[in-house]
């Protein structure tokens, strides 16, 4: 599924469109989608399209697709800079949008495009009790 955003409406829409997407993943193709799933997917969604509101002029592009077992989200916006990745600190207010998104998704990718940038993530399907919510085991 692909759908582009603009503006601070398009943050509430990316949501939703990832609920939709999410739902016909189960409904459509059987595959099982869990509330935790659900919602780790919506809230990469709604931080990647926040940042990207923030941070890019124009509008973003989002696209998700079901692949080896997680679900994979691409944001893409115009803007040629970076993200700042920070360091944690539990003292800052404001700006965990990364650290939050890194933290619960497998993968994390930024690469640069002709033009602006786009990040990809993926958030494992399958829960996974007695592991890490990024589906990473604990060490």
Request: glycine share 10%; with cysteine; proline share 6%.
């Amino acid at each position: 599924m692909c759908a582009a955003f603009e503006g601070g409406a398009g943050i509430a829409a990316s949501r939703a469109t990832a609920r939709t997407f999410l739902e016909s993943v189960q409904t459509e193709h059987g595959l099982p989608v869990s509330s935790r799933v659900m919602g780790m997917v919506q809230l990469v969604v709604s931080e990647l399209v926040t940042n990207a509101h923030k941070h890019a002029p124009g509008p973003c592009v989002v696209t998700l697709e079901v692949r080896d077992g997680a679900v994979e989200t691409s944001v893409w916006d115009s803007s040629a800079v970076l993200p700042t990745i920070m360091a944690p600190d539990p003292g800052r207010v404001g700006r965990h949008g990364l650290e939050i998104v890194m933290a619960v998704c497998r993968s994390f990718e930024v690469h640069r495009e002709p033009v602006g940038k786009r990040i990809k993530t993926a958030v494992v399907l399958a829960d996974d009790p007695g592991g890490h919510v990024s589906g990473h085991r604990p060490m």
